[in-house]
């Protein structure tokens, strides 16, 4: 059993029969590997947008700047939204999920081995045509909502046409993540990890993924009428022509309302990783946070009228929506008070992963109590579209998701790399994080009750919005210095991190129940689960690892082959695809058909490869691959 | 944890400095454009349901994250602390208290939402009410009161302690109507029209903003809504329907031709004149206003003269052109539109 080995594995990750270098990366359908991808991408498009919003608060430092013209002002939030969004929240997200999800069910890879590396590039690839959009005079500048008509000629130039394409291919990329993941844990968990022993992680993965299956189509719809009006002059926003303006906004928000809960779920699922192994006691109420996840999941599709509020569809529908957009605040209360009674009573470790869970509870409970103020649509009149919405949405996206995010990285970075992150770093970054966070962004509260609208460019002087923008900005060196010095440690510890051993933490799930990092087929031999944090009852029992399943005829079932597993081998068809992908998309963009043409026709010539392609997978020798033999 | 325990005390205080600061704005009538110092019914009730939320929020806050830092300073593990905690799994009576406590708690603050969701959108009685149609355009409001046969840009007076009724929409994007003091905002949506209502309860000048993004100048688009004492209103109403369009001085008789011959009046409309523009704002008695530019500019000789000079070097975007007018245009324009009043 490979399971509490102190030395650090050579980190090549690559599975036998990989090619080494960058190939075998492009390549891979490992999980691991992927998810390392999505987070390392992730970090990249993180200071690019960091960047973005580090101008637009020095344009805003001082009332009548000029430092940022107002048409540059626009593009920048307008990317600054999408890149957090699109390009480091859901990718970060998915990363950690893809490392952690088949180690936490005791499975070798996710359902879908190639539609998983698929999912990662046409992210980066979206990505990548939406920032190329700089480059051809100008990114989108009408907002990451992106409203019509203002979203359409003559208002607006060919950066929309970049926020259409790019979209279009990112969001395909995580529908298919959602599926994937979805049917990976529907079907690939470990024997008797029945559904109410799966750890909440993966239950918030589960939800995740259903509203991305769900929520995911209605961007897409609202993009492809939108590619029209643009390309091909049809006019279903433009109210000129007898098109409907709002239809936009109605289907952005069926989209966008569960979007914030596709961002916000996989974050609830690392609290309650979290806090339970550093509070050392199972999570509290774990029937009832499984209950309030699926709750909230439900609840999200009910509520997208309230970024709506203002657009005048009565008192009725306002009503209606604010009820139900109150009452998503009892199961998430459910949660927060869960975490804190699994706090209660326990020997709480602050680690630095403990330390951004604790700061997560603050913050995000505070963009909770903002979140129920905005719900009250007679108040949300005068907060809609003002600043209270920005230090809302950055108490429960920073101080909710990214907090969340830390926390993630600090506990599973050794088992991704095999190496602690320095710890005397870490706190000293948590501080700064959450100093910085809350100097910039608390007194945006004050300014939108003051008056400040959203997106504004510039504010004139005598508006009382001075000095509160000072403020802000000021923070954000603060909060600056805690992302640089994150990145510091990430490097730092990469090489120079002390060797973390399978089990760091003393925690409870299965993911630590083998080596860090985890050997290419993830488990030796497939653990039988016993319980609910199935870790700890084997660590309670006094057996400290997991009773491996009896193999004798089983071997289909956990393809293990008698020393030998049975892994998918490496393709580069789904980088391909994306590539054929971003040809037409760069052909339909410069507007050269014939481009776009032949982009598609390599597109569906390499979904017939893959069509036709026979997997046969290989057999992986555990010896081999770098872990011992059972 | 002690030197934890010091910097979370002055995180408070100076959230606590923070907050005094912004009370202190708002008493000195430095913050004329704050929801929390309302004018007017409208804003007055909006800003009730402001604070119910509010303190409920807080009540709770005051709870939760009292109760996460107790937890931390007695649940944290001691050096040397081997034992392992109770393992407590849940407990239902908790969990239902903090289930229904919750859902009470809302429920209070959803009988104002409902309540006063209908008051803010009640149409008021249209035989005492003055009725005003509001068009956005990128980047200036147009306020046209169709019972008084007025039509002006950028600055609504209003009698005050009269309900106004508003009926919204847009030439081009989507705009917001916002006016802080007076009421929340509403959206004005082209090929469709909004309703609202506000009431100045006192004269005074109250300012205004666009509050959804309409393109590059969304910043600019400022308005103020100025209400009048009963006098003072008749007195405005008698001038806009009464405009004193004869140039006085020379340079206004110069500035009058330049505006027919240089292209002006295709585009702008002062009533009373044969320039019948509709494209760009009515400058009827265009002297009158204390802002100019969608009163992001005090309306003085000197802004005026930047203003004509190069507009879109002040509002970015802007569909009025450079005309590259000579100085002497540029101050005979200035004579002619300064003496409209």
Redo the contacts between chains.
Sequence with gaps: MAAVSERVHPRSYARPGEPPGLWGWLTTVDHKRIGIMYILASCVFLFLGGGEAFLMRLQLAVPNNTLV???LF?QLFTMHGLTMIFLVVMPLSNGFINVILPLQIGARDVAFPRLNTLGLWLTIGGGLILYTSWFTGGAP???WFN?A??NSPP??GSGIDFYVVGLLVAGLGSLITGINFLTTIVNMRAPGMHPMRLPLFMWTAVVMSVLLIFAMPALTADLVLLFFDRFFGTGFFN??VGG???LWQQLFWIFGHPEVYILIMPAFGMISEVIPTF????L?????MVFATLAIGFMSFMVWSHHMF???Y??LV??VF??TS??I??PT??K???W??T????????TTAMMYA?GF??TF??GG??G??L????????????YFVVAHIHYVLIGGSLMALFAAGYYWYPKITGRLLSESLGKWQF?LLF?GF?ITF??MH?LG????????????P???FS??NY?STMGVFVLTAGFVLFLVNLLWAWRHGQPSGGDPWDARTLEWSTTSPAPAYDFAQIPLVRGRDPLWVEKQTGNGQMIPVDTAGADEGDGHHGGKVHMPVQTPLPLYLTLAMMVASYGALFHVWALAVLGLLAMFFFLFRWMFDKDPGMMVDIVDAGGEHA | MRGARR?GAK?WTA?AV??L??LA??GCG???????NPAGPV?N???Q??G???W??LG??VI??G??VA??FR???RRG?S?????????TR??FV??VI??LL?AV??V???K??????SAPDPSTALQVNVVGH?WWWEFDYPSLHIVTADEMHIPAGTQISLS?TSA???H?F?V??L?????A????T??MWLEASKPGDY?G????????????M?FSVIADSPSAWTAWVHTMQHPNTTPQTPAAQAGFKDFATLGCSACHTIDGTTFQGTIGPNLTNLGLRKGIASD?LSNTDANMARWLADPPALM??VIMPNLHLSKQQITDLTAYLEEQK
């Design positions: 013209s107002a048409t626009n500048d009408a907002g409203y008509p203002l208002y607006t109210p000129a409907n303006a709002l509070s050392r006691k199972p509290f109420g774990y029937s009832s203002t657009v005048g009565g008192p306002n009503s604010a009820i109150m009452l605040a009892v209360g459910v927060i008070f869960n804190l009674a706090m209660w009573g326990g020997r709480i470790r602050f604790t509870l603050a409970t505070i109590f903002s129920v103020m719900a009250s649509a007679p108040a949300d009149l005068q907060y809609n579209d003002s501080w100093i809350n608390f007194p004050f009750l003051l008056g400040m609208p959203r997106r504004v460019f510039t504010y004139p005598g508006l009382g000095s509160m403020v | 910097s995180r959230a923070l907050v600061a912004v704005l708002a430095q913050a004329p454009q704050s929801a929390l804003a009730m909006e800003l349901v402001i119910l939320g509010f409920i929020m709770v806050g939760v994250l109760l996460l937890i931390i649940f944290r593990a602390e034992a392992l905690p109770e393992q407590v799994e849940g407990n908790l969990e903090w289930t919750p859902v809302l603050l959803a104002p939402t409902v006063d969701s209908f008051a803010a959108a990128q919204l081009d994007v989507i917001s916002w802080p003091r009421a929340g905002k509403l959206d949506v082209p090929g469709r909004n309703s300012s903003q666009c509050a959804e993004l309409c393109g590059a100048s969304h910043a600019l400022r992001s970015p975007d």
